[in-house]
């Protein structure tokens, strides 16, 4: 069964600063320099400042579709997606 996606129904951890777009089958999130959501590293390293967009479902199964461009000026550049 699909379901629309609803843009009401989803809320903020850390609003981004800059730009986002949040369309009826798009969302464009640009995130500020420097932030992550790396937890406590092996070298005691830890960054918890990234922007997390959420929503909630009572189903128990979901599928979605990520397109993800990334413009890399360091090593380590990366994005994540979080299921908790």
Do not use: C, H
Not at 7 to 15: Q, S
Not at 26 to 31: G, L, M, N
Not at 36 to 62: C, E, H, M, S, V
């Amino acid at each position: 069964m699909y379901k629309e996606f609803l843009k009401e129904k989803l809320f903020w951890i850390r609003e981004p600063k800059n730009i986002l777009i949040i369309g009826d089958k798009k969302i464009e999130i640009y995130t500020e320099p420097n932030t992550d959501l790396w937890q406590i590293t092996y070298y005691g390293f830890r960054n918890d400042n990234a922007p997390i967009l959420q929503t909630k479902t009572k189903d128990k199964y979901f599928s979605f579709t990520v397109k993800l461009y990334l413009k890399a000026n360091a090593v380590l550049t990366n994005a994540e997606l979080l299921f908790t």
